[in-house]
């Protein structure tokens, strides 16, 4: 009986067990960077072609209704990269902000999805976009990932740049040999040589369990698409930044593709997470369908996001019209390599990714950067405007948040309030912000006159 209890540890511990195999399987999590709800074929579209993305999709289980925690870049991969709500520990608003250069980062008390990964026995690494400080402290390699291949401010040209070599948009190579920066003179074109890297990776720990972040920076700006991308969109697409923006989508879907094939050709068991950061950006020509709101706003098309799993011979292809939050998607990852689960604000998705549930994974769900903070209760949801108008929808009746019942319905406006707060008590002030203009920009854009896609591109 001991023999086999030894075993049975052994297995999970493989720099313990010699030549016992670790069975755990790896996974892949996959982060779009201010692409549009609408834009990918497995939501809808019939204009952007995305048939990696849709390929691996239809392999898998859709998430119809999947929510992150911030609607701009950096607070929501803090969340993302960590499990919980990132306004515990005060990373609220975007970065750099207002905030010096030793102090603007994902605060050093909090444990990432990495940090937990690596303690179970996982390989660690992170390629692409960083985006959680700038300083040596915050670097990705001391929280938690053995390796690193990527640029770590928010954002850089596709295009080699030789201004860019040794700063904080220079890509950079760190594994435990050392550090090493990558020739801006190689780097034909961003979105390829990210997959590159994650392919690469895949490649590398293949006979172990690996956890891999691959942060695209596409399709955010700069607008830096391929001659020979730009050339494949057909020509009927307007405005011409909107052919730009479908170019570089179409760069970033085969890169998706090549990473999934990479994993099918590991023979590994892997868990393939897919998702955007926030909705569509202002200032990119993507398009968020049928979601009021964009980039920055709290409304549906701020914060609901494309997302899908993959685990072929595992999961079912299917989908979840529950809402999930990406806060989900790390303890859902933490789980499946036996990792700590303690403090996270998700849960493991793995009884609604089998279809073993019918109840909802939260009755509530919340959002707050500044004046704006909002509340879903099951299909109420609430978004209280600091010096202005409290507003409430019913999602199941309109989805497209165009009717607000916070006159006629008082009781239900003020209980949601009052949940709100009781959320916020155990929140600690945000620990930078990002100026007056920002601001007032975050206010306007959750003003019911500004109607419209093109209204809602008119406020950054």
Known sequence: ????????????????AGSVPD????????????????????????????PE?????????????CYVTASVCSPSRAGMLTGRYQQRCGHEYNLPGEAPRSEGGLPLTERTIADRMKAAGYATGLIGKWHLGLAPAFHPTRRGFDEFHGFRAGSRSYFGNDSLSGGDRGYEHFKIAGRESEDEADISYLTETIARDAVSFIRDHSDHPSFLVVAFNAPHGPMHATEEDLASIDPTVAPKRRRIYAAMMRAMDRACGSIGDAIDASGRDTLFIFVNDNGGATNNASDNGPWRGMKGSHFEGGIRVPGFVRRPGILDPGSVEHPVSALDLVATAVAVGDGD???????????????????????RMFWRRGPVATIRDLDLKLIRIEGGQTLLFDLETDPGEEKDLSATRPGETIRL???????????????????????????????MDVVGREAERAVP
Do not use: C, Y
Request: glycine share 6%; hydrophobic share 45%.
């Open 341 to 363: 689960l303690a403090d996270l604000d998700g849960v493991d998705l793995d009884p609604w990714l089998h279809s073993r549930t019918t109840d909802r994974p939260h009755q």
């Open 417 to 447: 309030l009052a949940r709100l707060a009781e959320w916020e008590h155990a929140l600690i002030p945000p620990r930078w912000t990002t100026g007056p203009m920002w601001r007032k920009n975050l206010l306007r854009k959750h003003q």
């Open 23 to 50: 069975d755990r399987p790896s996974v892949v999590l996959v982060i779009a960077d201010d692409a549009g709800w609408i834009d990918f074929g497995f939501n809808g579209s019939t204009e952007i072609a995305t």
């Open 1 to 16: 009986m001991l023999t086999g209890v030894a075993l049975a540890v052994l297995a999970h511990h493989p720099a313990d």
């Open 53 to 65: 993305l849709d390929r691996l999709a239809a392999e898998g289980v859709v998430l119809e209704s």
